[in-house]
């Protein structure tokens, strides 16, 4: 009679261990899906963030690039400039004259883009003043 009691149970071993293989496995499954996804948000922020930072330096360059050339109220197209991010981002920085621009009130409106990213720029209104090592000063800055 024993023997007939082991010949029943001798496949429960193997079931019970297959259906905890089968739930580890689908553990397994869940955390490296969550980890793909994380790593894919991830390389989103990075390239939103240089993208951002490169828009920024446009805004940076259109300040310096009034304060050097010394011109007013002469709309302006000032050379493109590479970021060597990885990959490289060429930056777009267009000076244009705003109403009530003069001599006694130089400013100049300043879109910034990135040709080849995504359709984000930078609107910026940078104006002279009379104070500081650089007398151009950001009014308003817009990110769209």
Do not use: K
């Not at 490296?32 to 894919?40: I, K």
């Not at 259109?62 to 990885?86: I, K, M, Q, R, W």
């Amino acid at each position: 009679m024993p023997l007939r009691v082991r010949r029943r149970q001798r496949g429960q071993a193997l079931l019970v261990v297959l259906v905890f293989l089968a739930a580890f496995l689908v553990l397994i499954w869940a955390s490296l899906r969550l980890a793909s996804d994380a790593f894919l948000g991830l390389g989103a922020v990075r390239s939103d963030t240089r993208i951002t930072y490169a828009l920024d330096a446009g805004v940076a360059y259109a300040l310096e690039y009034a304060h050097l050339t010394g011109t007013t109220c002469v709309a302006v197209s000032p050379p493109d400039f590479t970021l060597n991010y990885p990959p490289a981002i060429t930056v777009r920085v267009r000076l244009t004259v705003p109403v009530g621009c003069s001599a006694a009130n130089p400013m100049y409106s300043v879109l910034v883009t990135a040709p080849g990213t995504t359709a984000r720029r930078v609107r910026a209104l940078i104006y002279q003043s009379n104070t500081g090592v650089n007398p151009w000063l950001i009014q308003w800055e817009a990110y769209q």
